[in-house]
Structures are given as structure tokens and as C-alpha cells.
């Protein structure tokens, strides 16, 4: 897992990427990418934390306080997984603007497969959404 950017905030956040399955790490650092190129464009977000929550990479914005936590993960179900809060609206506003695009588990998940594409698309107005659901 050489030539990561950005590098992890922490040798924890590293080891949990690491853990992952081989299959699905491409489609998570992916998505890790995506998630800090939108906090970098978004207006009012500022700098990214990256952590563990529940033992999965979380990305906060602990000084704007502008957004709410996202958490990447492989579910149950298989693949790989861009979670949400899930006492926000983030997810139920995003199926309903693309409700054949994605799979979804409730209120907290975007579903994705090992090899889908992370397009600069549909995904980046979900983080960006997150990212500034406070404002």
C-alpha cells in the first residue's frame, strides 16, 4: 500500500486499510481520495481528521464542525461501503435522487461492489453533502 495521498493521519487508520481484503482495498482508497478531494473543494469544510469509529476509517471536521461523520467499511453483504450517520438524511435524500444508481442498506450505507467504478459523480454530491450537513 505504498504512494497513499494523502498519507494516513495515523498508523491505526493505516492498519484498518491493511486489514481490509485485498479485493476491496482499491475501491476504498478510492473512495478515501474522493472523500478528501470534496473536503478540499467544498466551501467551509476545512481540514479532514481521519480516525477509527467502530474500527472503521471515520472522516470528521472536527475544527468547522461543518459535517457529519463518514465511515468506509465492507458489509456483511460483501463489497464495499461509504456509511453515514444514520439519524441524518444523507442516505434517504441520496436514494432519492439515484434510487436505481446504488444499492443501499437503510438509512446508513451506500452498497457498492469490490470493482465499481468510484466516478467523480453521483458519490461526490453524497460526500459533499456530509461534509457540509451542518451548515
Request: include cysteine; glycine fraction near 8%; charged fraction near 20%.
Amino acid at each position: 500500500m505504498d504512494r497513499i495521498y494523502p498519507p494516513f493521519q495515523t498508523p491505526d487508520v493505516q492498519a484498518a486499510f491493511a486489514a481490509f481484503p485485498k479485493t476491496a482495498r482499491p475501491g476504498l482508497l478510492a473512495l478515501r481520495r474522493l472523500i478528501f478531494d470534496v473536503a478540499e473543494e467544498a466551501q467551509g469544510v476545512g481540514p479532514l481528521a481521519e480516525t477509527l469509529k467502530w474500527g472503521q476509517p471515520a472522516y470528521l471536521t472536527p475544527v468547522t464542525k461543518s459535517g457529519s461523520t463518514l465511515r468506509l467499511g465492507t458489509p456483511k453483504s460483501g463489497g464495499i461501503a461509504l456509511y453515514a450517520h444514520c439519524q441524518t438524511t444523507l442516505i434517504s435524500d441520496f436514494r432519492s435522487a439515484f434510487p436505481e444508481t446504488f444499492a443501499y442498506e437503510g438509512n446508513r450505507a451506500v452498497l457498492l461492489a469490490e470493482d465499481a467504478p468510484i466516478s467523480d459523480g453521483p458519490l461526490r454530491l453524497l460526500i459533499a453533502a456530509a461534509l457540509t450537513y451542518h451548515l
